[in-house]
């Protein structure tokens, strides 16, 4: 690794579905094939790993963490940041929350690039392949404060508001513009 394509690499902690851990450096820009990832770990050895043996890809901090410290994988209350506030659960039926991009183009078909819960762990961001859960269910759609506010502007169209005769009848059938 030259020195510049070095600190591009990121730690990362590997959790296979058989519950053991490899700690080692992916590049964020190409890990990822539809065949597995490529780890470089810790030895140095180039590993290679099919997703069906994945059970998530964390971008960590540090490779120890804090052994002390419990781990949330639930949100207290309502997520701040912007995003799909999802609800995963595994195939060995652990629930994990987290925060998806709310762009499709962001999506892989591969998995699913999250922001856990817990702001303060160990865990800075996680790749969950599809073929580790079993089920995903979206809990909320957080919107940023820009998008909020536009919101609030807005009125919501109800029956007794007057109609633009120049609105196409998309959900609600078209009225014909009063004569005058």
Not at 52 to 58: A, D, R, W, Y
Not at 108 to 135: C, H, M, Q, W
Request: glycine letters at 8%; aromatic letters at 6%; proline letters at 8%.
């Amino acid at each position: 690794m030259g020195g510049s394509r070095s600190s591009t690499h990121k730690r990362v902690v590997v959790r296979k579905l058989n519950k053991t851990l490899l700690r080692g450096f992916v590049d964020p820009a190409s890990y990822l094939a539809p065949e597995g990832i490529e780890i470089l770990d810790q030895e140095g050895h180039l590993v290679a790993i099919p997703l069906e043996e994945i059970k998530g890809v964390f971008f960590v901090r540090d490779f120890e963490g804090n052994p002390q410290r419990t781990e949330r994988k639930v949100f207290r209350s309502r997520p701040r940041l912007a995003g799909l506030w999802v609800r995963m659960t595994f195939k060995d039926q652990e629930v994990l929350e987290a925060l998806v991009p709310n762009n499709l183009l962001a999506i892989s078909p591969l998995g699913f690039l999250v922001t856990p819960p817990d702001a303060y762990s160990n865990n800075l961001k996680a790749f969950i392949p599809r073929t580790a859960l079993e089920g995903m269910e979206v809990l909320g759609i957080i919107s940023n404060g820009v998008v909020r506010r536009g919101l609030r502007k807005s009125h919501q169209l109800s029956g007794d508001e007057p109609r633009s005769a120049e609105q196409v009848g998309l959900l609600f059938p078209s009225v014909p513009p009063a004569d005058k």
